[in-house]
């Protein structure tokens, strides 16, 4: 099974490296194996392959070696052409072919061709940016690359990590900072939620304006955004 984080770099820095180890160490725990790189090893093993000062996205494969988890291989991409906290509103479709199983190492990213290609290749012949991910009792766990957040009478929502989402670094993030409920959602509920976004370490939030034949507003997700802004420091 190989395992993989997405690292964002902007302005000179990984901004949630800390939050990205603190992951990773906790799955070799899980796996009862070790992780020996600290945290200025890994800046520095990411620095080595930084070839200019643009804006882009990391992805880190680790392999089990022995009784180690190791880094496998080291890639990068720009974002371009969008950025962090920069992304326009989209669109989702429910993805019928493939269930999320409920498991604890569903909390990590590993490959799976289901998850990552086919429910993009998916989303994309039906003219939209990612599908929503249901695990096999039909609540909502996730999109292809994001974790997933909803409004109901304006309190914020997101699935429980027992749903099979992934415990995503942004979503750490958000869960630090604001009052997010942990709570699930079948897709018959859609038409019960006020607003939705999703949410990565490589963009930010990004407002989600239609679900299949729901339309959505964006109100409350375009201020989280710019209070975010605000806040983050490397964004000023």
Same mark, same amino acid.
């Given at each position: 099974?190989?395992f993989?984080?997405?690292i964002?770099?902007?302005?000179?820095?990984?901004?949630f490296?800390?939050?990205?180890l603190e992951?990773?160490?906790e799955?070799a725990?899980?796996?009862?194996i070790?992780f020996?790189?600290?945290?200025d090893?890994?800046d520095?093993?990411l620095r080595?392959a930084?070839?200019?000062?643009?804006?882009r996205?990391f992805?880190? $494969?680790?392999? @089990?070696h022995e009784?180690?988890l =190791?880094? #496998?291989?080291?890639e990068?991409?720009?974002?371009?052409?969008y +950025?962090?906290?920069?992304?326009?509103s989209?669109?989702?479709?429910i993805?019928?072919?493939?269930?999320?199983?409920?498991e604890t190492?569903?909390?990590?990213?590993y490959e799976?061709?289901?998850?990552?290609?086919d429910?993009?290749e998916?989303?994309?012949?039906s003219g939209a940016f990612q599908?929503?991910i249901?695990?096999e009792?039909?609540?909502?766990?996730?999109?292809?690359l994001s974790?997933?957040?909803?409004?109901i009478?304006n309190k914020?929502y997101?699935?429980?990590?027992?749903s099979?989402a992934?415990?995503?670094?942004f979503?750490?993030?958000?869960?630090? $900072?604001?009052n @997010?409920?942990?709570?699930?959602? =079948?897709w #018959?509920?859609?038409?019960?939620?006020?607003?939705?976004?999703? +949410?990565?370490a490589?963009?930010?939030?990004?407002p989600?304006?239609k679900?299949?034949?729901?339309?959505y507003p964006?109100?409350?997700?375009d201020?989280?955004?710019?209070?975010l802004?605000?806040?983050?420091?490397?964004l000023?």
């Amino acid at each position: 099974m190989v395992f993989f984080e997405s690292i964002l770099y902007i302005g000179d820095r990984f901004p949630f490296l800390n939050l990205h180890l603190e992951r990773i160490l906790e799955l070799a725990h899980v796996l009862h194996i070790e992780f020996t790189i600290k945290l200025d090893e890994l800046d520095i093993r990411l620095r080595e392959a930084i070839h200019d000062s643009s804006e882009r996205k990391f992805r880190l $494969k680790f392999k @089990i070696h022995e009784d180690n988890l =190791h880094i #496998d291989t080291i890639e990068s991409q720009l974002t371009h052409p969008y +950025s962090f906290q920069n992304y326009p509103s989209i669109s989702l479709v429910i993805y019928p072919h493939y269930t999320k199983p409920q498991e604890t190492l569903s909390r990590w990213k590993y490959e799976n061709h289901h998850l990552y290609q086919d429910s993009i290749e998916f989303a994309h012949q039906s003219g939209a940016f990612q599908s929503i991910i249901l695990n096999e009792k039909r609540d909502i766990v996730e999109t292809s690359l994001s974790n997933f957040f909803y409004f109901i009478d304006n309190k914020l929502y997101t699935p429980p990590l027992s749903s099979g989402a992934v415990n995503g670094v942004f979503r750490r993030y958000l869960m630090s $900072k604001y009052n @997010i409920i942990e709570k699930k959602l =079948h897709w #018959d509920d859609l038409k019960l939620i006020e607003e939705v976004f999703i +949410s990565s370490a490589i963009r930010g939030i990004v407002p989600v304006k239609k679900i299949d034949d729901f339309t959505y507003p964006t109100i409350q997700s375009d201020q989280m955004k710019i209070d975010l802004i605000q806040t983050l420091n490397f964004l000023k």
